[in-house]
């Protein structure tokens, strides 16, 4: 049965294997704004005992809430053996048909069109996603519905 619970780590030795597609989900430039919004909170709070005090506290709040959203973000990729979304991995074998959807038909396919049991990677600030079919009877999953900002790219390299 592939592995498709959220928790699943990547099978050992695919991180030797050159990925096909590869791609982080990171958020649009209105969650950067923001960031940099609450970093600058550190200057109004730390500016009247001093100004570097306040400019520190804005620099280390930039790079622990940068990293904190970077390291948040999943990763879509796929190898010649697995295909990865988020921390999901699944073979490739057993993955079936693939399609993508883009504007009203990838809003149908995350609302009505959903299936309750599918495995989501999905992230608001991106509207495309690829629906992935699975063909394991083992498993209750029937497919994958995964945000990417380049679908024809994970479509090639999922058919590959």
Known sequence: MPSTNAGSAVPSGTSQIEPLFTERLL????????????????ILVLAPIGWGYGIAAAVVLFLGQATALYLS??????TPTHFRAGKATI?????????AFS???AFQERGPRLNGLAF??????????????????????PYWLVSTRRPQQLLKALAS
């Open 27 to 42: 958020p649009g430039i209105g969650a950067w704004i923001i960031v940099i919004i609450l970093s600058m909170a550190g």
């Open 103 to 105: 504007g009203d038909e």
């Open 73 to 78: 973000t999943p990763l879509v990729e796929v």
């Open 91 to 99: 073979e490739r074998r057993y993955l079936s048909h693939a399609e």
């Open 120 to 141: 989501l990677c999905l992230r608001g600030w991106v509207d495309p996603v690829v629906r992935v079919d699975l063909n394991d009877p083992e498993d209750e999953t």
